[in-house]
């Protein structure tokens, strides 16, 4: 069946890159996203790559899919303490509307 | 733009009651989804509805339900609560009803069932 797995917690140190990754079942998954919820708050989407991508960037987001492992990774350049939250991975398809949601990894940033 | 309206926030029920919760869509919105989000169980997806309409439904049973209303508010009811019904109840809204539009949270509504 379909399902999205991801690590529940993540620590790196302020400065350090962070790599948050993400493995999904479902081959026909068209869209992949990027979710961050800070402590508090709704989600809020961060980035999002079509499946015929293999890599996206935005400023200190860069996005890496591997779609013959079913890997998607999210990477933050320079982590600050304002990146602090849980970070969901999703996947959907044309034609359900439904996503389907990793468990969220939550980043922990060390001074 | 307002964004995602959800009331209440913060609400505490006891084993047996039944909940209503309220979403208010962003403007022009016409695509409403409820998520429940627990520690253990993450993000699980309810019910979308899109112009009045389900269009899609978890794996839940019936004590949950909803509707959409013609001005796009949606409203999610849990009827007999049991204390596993505890989590946040997070609303999204979209332009677009299928996988390929940007979902819009809100705050969520905090429910404890006691």
């Known amino acids: 069946g379909e399902d999205v797995e991801q690590s529940l917690f993540l620590s790196v140190r302020e400065g350090d890159s962070s790599v948050i990754n993400c493995t999904y079942t479902?081959?026909?998954?068209?869209?992949l996203y990027w979710y961050k919820q800070e402590p508090g708050a709704g989600l809020q989407l961060l980035t999002y790559i079509f499946s015929n991508m293999d890599m996206k960037q935005d400023q200190r987001l860069t996005v890496l899919l591997n779609k013959k492992d079913k890997h998607l990774s999210l990477r933050i350049a320079d982590t600050q303490t304002g990146d602090s939250a849980i970070y969901f991975c999703?996947?959907?398809?044309?034609?359900?509307?439904?996503?389907?949601w990793g468990a969220g990894t939550k980043l922990i940033i060390k001074p | 733009k307002a964004g995602v309206t959800q009331t209440p926030r913060y609400l505490i029920k006891t084993r047996g009651q039944q909940v209503t919760l309220s979403c208010s869509p962003i403007?022009?919105?016409?695509?409403v989804s409820w998520y429940q989000q627990t520690p253990g169980q993450g993000l699980q997806f309810l019910f979308e509805?899109?112009?009045?309409?389900?269009?899609n439904k978890g794996n839940f049973p019936g004590r949950f339900s909803g509707r959409q209303f013609s001005n796009s508010r949606s409203e999610m009811n849990v009827s007999t609560l049991e204390l596993g019904d505890s989590a946040l109840y997070l609303c999204?809204?979209?332009?677009?009803?299928?996988?390929?539009?940007?979902?819009?949270f809100g705050e969520g509504s905090r429910l404890t069932v006691l």
């Open positions: 999703a996947e959907s398809m044309d034609s359900n509307y439904q996503l389907i």
């Open positions: 479902d081959s026909s998954s068209t869209y």
């Open positions: 403007s022009g919105h016409r695509s």
């Open positions: 509805y899109f112009s009045e309409t389900q269009r």
């Open positions: 999204a809204s979209s332009l677009v009803t299928g996988g390929t539009g940007e979902l819009f």
